[in-house]
């Protein structure tokens, strides 16, 4: 079975600073996916950034920006010139290729300071 | 483009009464669907997952059920609510082929038992 595991429940960072976020994840698979979800105060899941597992180079959408390291089953998702927009929780999440459930971490919430 | 709708957005419901969450999908054919359940400041949970019309895999059974009685349509349904099944109901959807899958979040439903 997968297993995500997110180890900050609660980050805080100042307004245009940057802050970055862990998340470690356990499976045998070869074939999947990672992604970051955003969870703002409204409660919608919105899609942040996803990662492809069979390729090696960072995604990058924006100000957002992952940190891939494959071999470590590592997956941290980075957060440049931070805004007050980006308080949320944020959940990192795997699926295995071919359209199965996501399996979560316990999310992170992180508040940007002004 | 593809839009994902849920309705209620909130529901308060007694003990005992029955439920009917509805979730639909426009813009898409033939997608995955998905129900989970986030109870307060906790994680995702899969409740139930679908691959077509009829084709519903139950990770949780318990007191609830989903049907898809059509393509772009999906019900999560209880005769008998409990208070354990107050939390926040969000539908997803997914499709796609040769690494383009990705899941996408409805609004949610907020529902409360007492």
């Known amino acids: 079975a997968q297993t995500v595991t997110q180890s900050q429940p609660e980050m805080s960072v100042q307004e245009a600073e940057t802050v970055t976020l862990s998340c470690t994840y356990d499976?045998?698979?070869?074939?999947?996916?990672l992604f970051w979800y955003k969870q703002p105060p409204s409660r919608q899941m919105i899609l942040v950034i996803r990662?492809?597992?069979?390729?090696?180079q960072n995604a990058t959408e924006n100000r957002f920006s992952v940190n891939f390291q494959k071999a470590a089953k590592s997956f941290s998702l980075k957060i440049s010139d931070s805004q007050l927009g980006d308080t949320a929780m944020y959940f990192c999440?795997?699926?295995?290729?071919?359209?199965?459930?996501?399996?979560f971490g316990k999310g992170t919430r992180l508040s940007v300071i002004a | 483009s593809q839009t994902i709708h849920q309705w209620p957005a909130t529901l308060v419901q007694p003990v005992g009464s029955p439920l009917s969450l509805e979730c639909t999908v426009e813009?898409?054919?033939?997608?995955?669907l998905y129900w989970y359940r986030q109870a307060a400041g906790r994680g995702l949970q899969l409740l139930f997952y679908?691959?077509?019309?009829?084709?519903i895999s139950s990770e949780v059974p318990q007191n609830l059920s989903a049907s898809r009685p059509q393509d772009r349509q999906f019900i999560l349904s209880s005769k008998k609510l409990l208070l354990s099944d107050s939390g926040f109901y969000l539908c997803?959807?997914?499709?796609?082929?040769?690494?383009?899958?990705?899941?996408?979040f409805g609004p949610g439903t907020r529902l409360l038992v007492l």
């Open positions: 997803a959807w997914s499709r796609g082929t040769g690494g383009k899958e990705t899941q996408y």
């Open positions: 499976t045998s698979e070869s074939n999947y996916y």
């Open positions: 990662q492809e597992a069979y390729k090696q």
């Open positions: 999440a795997f699926m295995i290729r071919g359209n199965t459930p996501l399996v």
């Open positions: 813009g898409t054919s033939n997608p995955n």
């Open positions: 679908s691959v077509g019309i009829g084709q």
